[in-house]
């Protein structure tokens, strides 16, 4: 490796240790300060008697919201009866999903394996006797 590739490599590695070492510092220097600012109790308790006071506000909020709608009961089978006729059976409209017919395009393309089949294009077909 000529000098000045090995040069820019020292170069540049310094660089890297250097700003690592800038990053680190900071790092360690915001961890220290947040441990250190104590936050006051009066700023607390202030901040506690907001969120009280707005989760208050959402459940006075629930309880004005009107009751939830009720689940429909599922439509009862009929158990087998001896008089199927007596009892007029419900109409209930029945929906039967078809799928369409699968839409097959087939274009016709040159260079396909039958091309030269019909066609003699210097192959060797005939003998020149």
């Known amino acids: 490796m000529p000098r000045t590739h090995a040069f820019i490599v020292a170069l540049s590695l ?3 240790a250097v700003v690592g070492t800038v990053a680190l510092t900071r790092t ?11 936050v006051s109790a009066a700023v ?10 707005f989760e208050a506000s959402l459940r006075a909020q629930l309880r004005h919201l009107p009751p939830p709608v009720p689940k429909v009961p599922s439509t009862p ?11 007029p ?3 209930v409209q029945r ?13 016709h ?4 394996d039958h091309e030269s089949e019909g066609s003699d294009h210097g192959g060797g077909g005939g003998g020149d006797d």
């Open 77 to 87: 089978v009929a158990a087998p009866s001896a008089a199927p006729a007596a009892a």
């Open 109 to 112: 393309r040159a260079g396909g």
């Open 14 to 16: 310094a660089f890297a």
């Open 28 to 38: 360690v220097h915001l961890g220290q300060a947040s441990a250190k600012s104590g």
């Open 89 to 91: 059976a419900p109409s």
């Open 44 to 53: 607390v308790a202030k901040r506690k008697a907001q969120l009280d006071r």
């Open 95 to 107: 929906v039967v999903y078809v799928r369409p017919p699968t839409i097959v395009i087939h274009k």
